[in-house]
């Protein structure tokens, strides 16, 4: 059975957290290569007139419904994801699993005291994972910045360079490196710092985790506005369908 649905023809994963981690641990016990990017309606929105990133985001192997608006498509389409599998949350449960199994891990972008404090709490927090490396997201030097991550042996490299910039590094880079896992992380890393804070719980269980963005970023309304375009567009493509 597959484990791909279609949301306005981008694929998104129906794996929960259990079956991703396991997933990935698989790939890195095989000495495979494995990339997971976060999909929100946001950037679906963007991938209807971006053929090149779409096909890009498509090519991953895993792509998780960062997004409540990902689940109510689902919905609409009967499929069967049923909840969200958060960027953030997934790095986090990443980190678990290095830990756990002595994994190497280096953290890639960000402003240097940000990804500094991430570190720092991370070893804190995880004293069985090596911190193997990391590099902010503004270096010039891209061929040492790659020796660099060889040099380190991570298996897993977390990429916080906001996207599509990116998924377009991952890509570019990939072949380059002898990591197993990549993750685009976006602004984890200035979660993980301290410097962001994340909605409060409540609000990310009730799925209001946008509402409480939009309060304490009023700014981000612009971006927000493409979600009830994009549940219209998913409403209209699916009734097409039937
Ligand atoms: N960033 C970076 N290098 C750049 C531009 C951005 O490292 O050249 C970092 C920035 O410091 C921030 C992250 O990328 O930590 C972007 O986070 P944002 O929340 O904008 O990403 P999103 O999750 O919305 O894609």
Do not use: C
């Amino acid at each position: 059975m597959s484990n791909t649905e279609q949301v306005l023809d981008v694929n998104v994963t129906s794996l929960n957290y259990d079956q991703l981690i396991s997933s990935v641990n698989q790939k890195i016990m095989g000495n495979e290569q494995a990339n997971i990017i976060a999909i929100n309606p946001e950037k679906i929105m963007t991938l209807q007139k971006d053929q090149k990133l779409k096909n890009l985001i498509n090519s991953a192997t895993f792509t998780i419904p960062d997004g409540i608006g990902i689940v109510f498509a689902s919905k609409l389409n009967n499929g069967k994801i049923s909840s969200r599998i958060t960027g953030v949350d997934l790095f986090i449960r990443l980190l678990e699993l290095a830990n756990e199994k002595q994994y190497k891990i280096f953290l890639y972008g960000a402003k240097k005291q940000v990804v500094e404090k991430a570190v720092g709490n991370i070893e804190k927090k995880y004293p069985n994972l090596t911190v193997a490396g990391y590099k902010d997201g503004y270096v010039k030097d891209q061929n040492e910045l790659i020796e660099e991550i060889n040099q380190s042996g991570a298996q897993l490299l977390f990429v916080a360079l906001g996207s599509p910039r990116q998924e377009y590094w991952i890509e570019e880079n990939k072949s380059k490196l002898n990591v197993n896992i990549f993750q685009g992380v976006g602004g984890s890393f200035d979660v993980i710092s301290g410097e962001v804070k994340r909605a409060p719980f409540l609000f990310r269980k009730t799925g209001l985790e946008w509402f409480y963005r939009l309060l304490s970023q009023p700014k981000r309304l612009r971006r927000q506005l493409a979600l009830p375009k994009f549940l219209i567009k998913v409403l209209f493509h699916t009734k097409r369908r039937h």
